[in-house]
Structures are given as C-alpha cells and as structure tokens.
C-alpha cells in the first residue's frame, strides 16, 4: 500500500493536486449548504416577525 | 445623423479645452510610469532597450484605463447622457463621438509624447516612427474596449478600479502585438508588416462592434 | 408532448425541480469520479512514454481545466437567453455558473503547476495554455466582481451579460495572441493535442473524470442557484411557505 | 397622433411598483399624474422614454411600437427629469445649441436668446452655467421647451425650485402647447390650470 502513496517518488505533488481537488470540491457543497439553511432560517425569522406584526 | 455627431465631438472638446488640466494628467501619467521602470530595473541601455516595447505599451493601457472613467461620468451625473439617449440618431453614432472625443484627448497625446519615452530607453530613430505609428492604430481600440467598461461601471463607487479590472484582460491581443512590433522593428530584419495587418483588423473589429455594445450597456446603466 | 420549457424559467416552479436533480447529480459525480480515479490509478501502466507516476495529474488538471472552459461558454449561453427572454431564471444561473467556472480554472491552474514542477521543472512556465487558463480566471473574476459591484439585480444581471458576451468574442483573439505572438514564424496552432497519443486506458479514465466532474458542476451549480432565488424571492409567498427542512 | 400604454408593468428591484396600467392621450390633452412618493411616477415616465425596460405591457406612439421606432418617436418627444442636462462649463446659449443640435434640430443665437429672456435670463446668456443659482440652471433647462419642436411633453417635477414668475410662465407654456394639439404627461403637487376635458387624471396608487 505504501509504494502506492509514494506514487512512483511523486506522491508529494500527485497527492497534493487530488488533494486540493477533493478539498474544493467537499468545500464548495459544503459552504453551499450552510448559506442554504441560514436563508431558510432567516425567511423563517422574517415570516415570525411579520406574523406578530399584524 | 452627422451634424449631431459633429457637434457632440465639438462639445466634448470644448469642454476640454475649458478644463485643459485633465489632458494633463493622463500624459504625465504616462510619462511617469515610464520614467520609473528605469529607476527600479537599471540603466544600461542593452536592458533598457530589451524592455522598451513592453513598458510603453503596459504604460499607455495603464494610462488608457485610468482616464475611461471619465468619458461618460460627467454626462451622467448631469443628465446629459439621458438626453443623448433620447436623440433620433443611433446611439452607436453618439457613442462613437465621445470614444473619438476620448482618444483625442488621452490616446493621441500619449502618441506624441512617444518620442520623449524612446529616447528614455536609447530606442533607435526607426524604432521611434514605428512606436509612433504602432501606438497611433492601438490606442483607438484601447479607448474603444474601454467604453464599454466605462458604460458598464457608470456610476458605481470605485468604478475607476472596477474598470480597469474589468478591461485590462480584453487589452491582451493589443498588447501582445503591440509591443511584438516594436521588438521586431528593433531587430531590423523582421516584416513587420503581419504586425500591421493584425492591429489594423482588431481596430476595424473595434470599430465596427464596440459603439454597438456600449449602447446597449448604457442602455442597461441608465435605467 | 411539447416540454414547455417557460414553465421551468420561474423561480417558484424552478426551485423543487433544482431540489430533486442536485442529490441525482451529486451521487452520479461521486461514482464517475471515484470509478474513474481507480481505473485511472490501478489500470494503467506506470510509466507514461517518459513521464512517470505523476502523470495521473493529468486526470483532474485536464477534467478541470475542460470544465473551466466550458463553465464560462454556459455561462454565456445563460446570459444570452436571459437578455433575449428576459427571464430572471436564466440570469440567476449565469451568475450560479460565474463562481463554479472560476473554482474549476483555480484548480486546473493548482494542478497544472504541480503537473509542470514535474514534467518542465517549473512551478509556472508560460506556456500558451497554462497562460489562457490564468486570462480566463482574470475573466471570471471581472464578471464575478461587476456582478457584486452592483446592488440592483437588474442591471447587474444584464450588465454582466454584456460584459461576458465581449469577453467572449474576444477569448478567441487572446488565445491566438497568445499561441502565436510573432505572426512571422507562428507555431502550428493546433499544438498536437494531448489525446491522441494517449494510451486508451488512461483516455477512458479522463473521459470518465471529466464526466463527473460535469455532474459534479451541475449539482453545485443547482445548489447555489437555489440560494440565489431564495435571497431574491425573499419577499413572496411561496418562499415564506417553504418549510426548514427542505 | 395617441399614445396608448396597454398594461404596463414596471419593477424596482424585485419589488413590482405598478401593473395592468392602460390609459391613452391624444392630441390636446394633458396627464397629471399623481401618486405617493416611492410609488413609480418617475420609472412609468422613464419607461414611456424608453429609459427604463418595462417588465411586461405595450407602449405605442402613432400606433407604433416606441421601442421598434425609436428614430421617429424621440423627434417628437421632449423630455425633462429631475437633472438639468446642462454642462456647468458651457454657458447657457452653448448648452442650449448642443441639445437642439441632438434633438436634430439647429437653433440660431438669436432664438436662444430670445428663449433665455423669456424665462427671465437676459443678461446671462454667454456666463457660464456653474455661475448661475439652482433656480436659474433650471430656468435654462426649462428654456429648451420653447425651442423644442416636440409634440409629446413629459415633464418630471417641472415647478420644483421655481419662483412664482417663472411657475406662472412654465404653466403659460404647458398650456399652449396642450391648446396647440401638443401632449403632456407631468408629475406636480402644483394645481394645473387646465380645462377639465382636456385634464386626464391617472394616479399609481391603484395600480398596486
């Protein structure tokens, strides 16, 4: 299994660009998603707010 | 349709005229981004001549970029451009008349003052006429791209960055060919006549597309 | 059965159809990507002509910088429609498609320097493509920052499709300044492109991460034009009747 | 010569101002408009310009599409916002003849003059506009209705930061060219003297 993280004495640069691919490419949905329920939540907010309002 | 362009390119240079301290300051702009590299490379003239053609052509977009601010700002703050908007002529024709009016006042200088930068960099007297002539056909399409920049930041706050931003990478193809001309012209036994052809075709591209698309982007800012 | 595609351009109608394509999307990506990886790593021959191990970059540099290119022609083609049919939809998924292209160039830029340190040496060479991909990425970002420039939606949707449609037009010139810089002895232009002498094992792997990182752009590129309607149609019904979970 | 608007719909931002709007105006009539603050007044005139993109609805001149005939609409439209459209740099007879001239029309010195000292700017004509006060600037801009050969007026606050000479003269103005066969569409909390049948009343309230 090591020789195949050694990747032939390139490991350190194979590894580091499929890295940075699977970091960016978790981050991105992940960002998304949190930015997604904060505007549920803040419609939800807006809507109690005006629901007591009236 | 050509009276009224006649008299827009009239008024913005009147305009200018009353108020000859903004053409100033492009050109010494220009001169001192050029008088600068020297100071932070070095004197000797095989460098300087080595990095003549890029610094000139790099210090006319910068100085290009910096003045497009100003080609539709002060008719939008004043309500001008919303007359010129509701003219019977084509609004490409009246655009074409301030990009005109615009290269006239920042393109065309940096084209005279062209020769005070060759001497700078030790350029041969050639050298200098090409300069001259290569900058003449490629500040028009620099002030023409630019419009559309300027038409599209109109009236934003930090709009002179923005443009700049905005228009600096669709300046490439200018550059490239502009500066590649003066190397060529420097090593002496080069055609330079490819180089010609190819500037000569971006500027009537320039000149047949640009005034249409920043109409519509006026269109779209002075909503 | 005519699909009614006007249907689709409302937000309203738009928003539940994006919710159920993006978990579709997302698992396709996942296993075209991780398949394609493997086949890419374990049936493959080690050694590449001369270059050895670290070829397998070229999976995800190529994947990447494909997409980069093809992100910013979407993003046009939305732009376009939204000027000609001035619906609101197509304008939300340029500016969806604008972030993910300029993710895509960054990586095929992070990728192709790994992939030069190995190969030429050099972090960062400027070579014809590696170059393109930078402009490119200089084109996103002044899209991207027009966009966020202006406050009203209206005139930063239609403004920026003015400005993606001239940086467009003018891609084509820069990529041919940029390959050719001195017309006299200009290089064949169409440098043999690296696919054809490529053994088919490692084609059918690129092929296959390419396509899931087609996927994979999709389903972003849904999730966040989901954020955009919602941050845009804040003030009607139907989004004050959307429930938390959703 | 009408101009027929058949529901029009117009919004700022994503809020929607006003929809359904049909109203018509033929030759000798005059639009007052009217409408709280905020409720669209300015986007409807800019939208019946061709300055601002309506969202849905038609707007015809002469039976046309204004936005198809833009060339032959624009030579009969005279229109007048919140800005002088004066450059502070040129003096009043300058900024006068350069407006005519987009306009396609050409004016002599001496009409402009003439149009100056009507609106009580004798004596101004060559002094930069800069020099003059907030309500001779727009004095000057008012001054370009007397040289417009428009038929369609659509004035946009017009008695704002005037005095009562120059309010008297404006609404002389108006007036005879609504009597004339002209057009006008306006914003004002001014009283308008205007002869009932040839008033139209349309107010942007209902519209929401």
Redesign the interface.
């Known amino acids: 299994m090591s020789e195949f993280f050694a990747m032939g004495g390139y490991g350190f640069y194979v590894w580091s660009s499929m890295g940075m691919v699977l970091f960016l490419m978790l981050l991105e949905p992940i960002v998304l998603k949190i930015q997604h329920r904060s505007l549920l939540k803040n419609i939800q907010r807006q809507k109690r707010r005006q629901a007591s309002k009236h | 349709m050509f009276d009224s362009f006649l008299a827009l390119l009239k008024r913005d240079l009147l305009l200018a005229l009353r108020r000859r301290s903004d053409i100033f300051t492009v050109l010494f702009f220009f001169i001192i981004v050029v008088s600068i590299f020297p100071l932070g490379i070095s004197f000797e003239k095989a460098v300087l001549q080595k990095i003549a053609p890029g610094v000139v052509w790099v210090a006319a977009l910068l100085a290009s970029t910096l003045a497009l601010e100003r080609i539709f700002a002060n008719d939008y703050a004043d309500g001008t451009l919303e007359q010129m908007l509701l003219t019977p002529q084509p609004l490409s024709v009246l655009v074409f008349a301030k990009t005109l009016a615009h290269w006239l006042l920042t393109g065309l200088p940096l084209v005279l003052i062209a020769p005070l930068a060759g001497l700078q960099y030790h350029l041969s007297a050639s050298t200098i006429g090409t300069l001259m002539l290569v900058l003449l056909i490629g500040t028009p399409i620099l002030s023409m791209i630019g419009a559309i920049g300027a038409a599209l930041t109109l009236g934003l706050r930090g709009g002179g960055i923005l443009v700049s931003l905005l228009v600096l990478p669709l300046y490439i193809p200018v550059l490239v060919y502009g500066s590649g001309a003066i190397e060529a012209a420097m090593q002496g036994d080069v055609s330079l006549q490819p180089y010609y052809l190819l500037l000569l075709a971006f500027l009537l591209l320039a000149l047949v597309f640009t005034p249409l698309a920043t109409a519509a982007s006026l269109r779209i800012s002075v909503e | 059965m005519a699909i009614n595609w006007f249907k689709y351009s409302s937000p309203s109608s738009f928003y539940p159809l994006a919710g159920k394509m993006i978990p579709v999307f997302m698992t396709l990506a996942i296993v075209l990507i991780m398949g394609g990886l493997y086949w890419g790593f374990f049936e493959t021959p080690d050694v590449l002509s001369d270059q050895k191990q670290y070829y397998r970059i070229i999976y995800v540099h190529v994947a990447s910088a494909w997409m980069a290119m093809w992100l910013y022609v979407v993003m046009v083609a939305w732009a376009v429609l939204g000027l000609i049919f001035n619906t609101r939809m197509s304008y939300m998924m340029a500016s969806a498609t604008a972030i993910t292209g300029a993710i895509m160039t960054a990586l095929s830029l992070w990728t192709g320097a790994f992939w030069g340190q190995t190969s030429w040496g050099t972090w960062w060479d400027w070579d014809p493509r590696m170059t393109s991909q930078l402009i490119l990425l200089f084109l996103y970002i002044g899209y991207i920052a027009l966009q966020s420039a202006i406050e009203d939606n209206r005139r930063s949707d239609r403004a920026s499709a003015v400005l993606a449609m001239v940086g467009l037009a003018i891609v084509p010139v820069i990529y041919y300044s940029i390959n050719c810089p001195d017309p006299n002895e200009c290089a064949s232009l169409h440098q043999e492109s690296s696919l054809k002498r490529v053994e088919s094992n490692i084609l059918i792997a690129m092929l296959v991460v390419t396509a899931g990182f087609w996927m994979y752009c999709f389903a972003v590129i849904l999730m966040r034009v989901r954020n955009i309607i919602l941050l845009r149609e804040s003030h009607t019904q139907w989004v004050e009747r959307l429930e938390v979970k959703k | 010569m009408t101009l027929s608007v058949n529901q029009l719909q117009c919004s ?4 929607c101002l006003f929809e359904g709007l049909t109203f018509e105006l033929t030759a000798g009539q005059l639009i007052w408009l009217e409408g709280k603050n905020g409720s669209g007044k300015t986007t409807l005139l ?1 939208s019946l ?5 309506p ?1 849905a609805g038609t707007i015809k001149w002469k039976g046309e599409l204004t936005r198809s005939t ?3 609409f ?2 009969d ?1 005279f ?1 007048l ?10 003096n009043p007879v ?1 900024n006068l ?3 005519s ?4 029309e ?1 004016v002599s010195e001496e009409q402009a003059d003439e149009a100056l000292s009507r609106f009580g700017l004798s004596g101004y004509e060559e002094t930069p506009v800069r020099k003059l006060s907030q309500g001779q600037q727009r004095r000057v801009a008012l001054s370009r209705l007397l040289l417009s050969k428009a038929s369609l007026l659509i004035l946009d606050e017009p008695f704002v930061a005037l005095d009562a000479a120059a309010v008297e003269l404006l609404q002389s103005v108006i007036v005879t060219q609504v009597e004339q066969g002209g057009m006008a569409i306006l914003t004002t909390h001014q009283a308008l003297p205007i002869p009932e049948e040839k008033l139209i009343r349309v107010s942007l309230d209902r519209y929401v």
């Open positions: 700022r931002g994503d809020i800019r310009c061709g300055l601002f993109l969202d833009e060339d032959t624009y030579k439209l229109y916002g919140h800005q002088n459209a004066l450059k502070l740099d040129l300058e003849q350069v407006l001239r987009l306009a396609g050409s």
